[in-house]
T-cell receptor, first 113, second 113 residues
Framework: GQSLEQPSEVTAVEGAIVQINCTYQ??????LSWYQQHDGGAPTFLSY????GLEETGRFSSFLSRSDSYGYLLLQELQMKDSASYFC??????????????FGQGTTLQVKP | SQTIHQWPATLVQPVGSPLSLECTVE??????LYWYRQAAGRGLQLLFY??????ISSEVPQNLSASRPQDRQFILSSKKLLLSDSGFYLC????????????FGEGSRLTVL
C-alpha cells in the first residue's frame, strides 16, 4: 500500500513564503507531483520531481529527497489568489504505462492580507 | 491543443437511481484515462483507470463501474446509487511517457438524496 502525509491547513500573509511538506510511504516510487485546486474547481498541475533536488517554476518550487521519502512545495511572494488546496501525489513503480497517481489528502492554504 | 470535457456538471439523484457520467478528450490519441472521486474537503481517490479501449482497471470495490467504448471516451456508471456515492467526480487524462502530469476535467458534483 501507500500513504502520503501533508498538513491539513497552512496560513500565511500576502508577500510571505510558505512551505508545504509531504512525506510518503510506497512500495516503489517514480516521482512526486504537486497540484493546486481552487474551491469548486479542478486540480491543475504545478510541478513534478522525478529526481532528487529542486525544481523551480516562477514563484513555485518543489523539492524531493528520495532517501528521506520527503518532498515540499515552496510558494514565494504569496498572493491572495494562491489561496487554494495543494495536493502531493506519487507515481509508483509498476505504473510506467498506466501513469496513475495516488494523491494525498491536501493542504488548504489561506493567504491573508 | 488537447481538451477534456466532462458532463453533467451537477446532478441530484435519488437513492436507487442509475448514474451515467461522461468524459471525452480531444486533441490526443490513445490517452490513459482516469476517474477520481473527491469527498468534501478531502483528497482524490482513484476509482478506475484505462490504458486502452475496453481495458478498465478498478482500484477500489464499489457500487460503480466504468467503460471505455471509444479511444477518447470514458464513462462512469451505476445501476443503483447509494448515499455514499455522493461526491465530486473528476475525469483526467495523461500519457504513458510520463511527466507526472494529469489533465483534469471540470468535474461532476453528484448529490444522492
Amino acid at each position: 500500500g501507500q500513504s502520503l502525509e501533508q498538513p491539513s491547513e497552512v496560513t500565511a500573509v500576502e508577500g510571505a513564503i510558505v512551505q508545504i511538506n509531504c512525506t510518503y510511504q510506497t512500495s516503489g516510487f517514480y516521482g512526486l507531483s504537486w497540484y493546486q485546486q481552487h474551491d469548486g474547481g479542478a486540480p491543475t498541475f504545478l510541478s513534478y520531481n522525478g529526481l532528487d533536488g529542486l525544481e523551480e517554476t516562477g514563484r513555485f518550487s518543489s523539492f524531493l529527497s528520495r532517501s528521506d521519502s520527503y518532498g515540499y512545495l515552496l510558494l514565494q511572494e504569496l498572493q491572495m489568489k494562491d489561496s487554494a488546496s495543494y495536493f502531493c501525489a506519487v507515481r509508483e513503480t509498476g505504473s510506467s504505462n498506466t501513469g496513475k497517481l495516488i494523491f494525498g489528502q491536501g493542504t488548504t492554504l489561506q493567504v491573508k492580507p | 491543443s488537447q481538451t477534456i470535457h466532462q458532463w453533467p456538471a451537477t446532478l441530484v439523484q435519488p437513492v436507487g437511481s442509475p448514474l451515467s457520467l461522461e468524459c471525452t478528450v480531444e486533441g490526443t490519441s490513445n490517452p490513459n484515462l482516469y476517474w477520481y472521486r473527491q469527498a468534501a474537503g478531502r483528497g482524490l481517490q482513484l476509482l478506475f483507470y484505462s490504458v486502452g479501449i475496453g481495458q478498465i482497471s478498478s482500484e477500489v470495490p464499489q457500487n460503480l463501474s466504468a467503460s471505455r467504448p471509444q479511444d477518447r471516451q470514458f464513462i462512469l456508471s451505476s445501476k443503483k446509487l447509494l448515499l455514499s456515492d455522493s461526491g465530486f467526480y473528476l475525469c483526467a487524462w495523461g500519457q504513458g511517457e510520463y511527466t507526472g502530469e494529469l489533465f483534469f476535467g471540470e468535474g461532476s458534483r453528484l448529490t444522492v438524496l
